[in-house]
Each structure stands twice: as C-alpha cells, then as structure tokens.
C-alpha cells in the first residue's frame, strides 16, 4: 500500500484558510477600539486585584450561534452596563467554540451557518466583526481561549479570556 492511501482517508474536502495578518487587514480596528480594549483590559486587571471594588460580571450566552442576535443583544447589554458601572463591570460573554460537543454544532467559528458547511474562514471573519462591533459601541468581551489558532486572528480584540 502506498502512503497516498493512508493520507487523508477520512477528509471530504480542504479549505484554505485567510493568515491572522490577512483577516485583520480585511477586517481592521479603529484607534478608538484599540484605545477601548486597552481600558477593558486595565479596568479588568485593577477589578481581579482588588484595586477597582467593583463587581465584574461576565455575561452572555454560552454561545455564539447568530451573528445580527448576538450584535442586538450587545447593543442592550451595554445600556445595561452604562447603568450599571459605578457597582457593576460588565463583560459580554462572546463564546464561539463548543468543546465539550462530542455530537452536533461546534460553534460558530467551526460552523457559522448551522449547516455542517464548516466554512471556518467565514466563522473566523465574522466572530471578529463582531468582536470589532463590541470594542466600537465600548463592550468589553470576553471568551474561550480553547483553539491554538484561534487567538492569532482575534485575541486584540478581547478583554477577558477563560482557559
């Protein structure tokens, strides 16, 4: 048996996905949203030593599965925040891989459509348009660091990572 019969038996199709420089290119942060993220990140920081007596909560659901869902309840829970921020932080929870799936959906970035089409580069695409939408209306986010590769293309844009 040659090696080209043991390679890629199981694999029905490749797709060649965008560099994290060729996403972030296509998909650039405004100067405010990087000033913005830096502020999420410090006032993250002061709140976990002690220094900021404000509660931080991390808020949202346990996944990302609708892109225009996902930017409307973004735009109320930062309503919410603005109300809420001399006592309360709040970080929306922007969770977009399900590891713990043994069996369906894996989340949006591997699946964006909910069709088994597995258009990565189109998952990758928009998780970060919507983690620029959060930075520009001022949210911080926070998320799953779970893929190794997955950071590359979207880690400037998040305030809080669970590992």
Known sequence: MSIKGLENINIASQEILPS???LKLKLPISEEAKNNIGEFRET???ILKRKDDRLLVIVGPCSIHDFEAAKEYADKLKKL???LKENIYIVMRVYFEKPRTTVGWKGFINDP???DSFKIGDGLLKARELLIHLADIGLPAGTE???PITPQYLGDLVSWTAI
Request: no cysteine; aromatic share 6%.
């Open 20 to 22: 994290p420089r060729e």
């Open 44 to 46: 993250i920081g002061r």
């Open 81 to 83: 925040a603005d109300e």
């Open 113 to 115: 459509y909910l069709d």
């Open 145 to 147: 660091a779970l893929d």
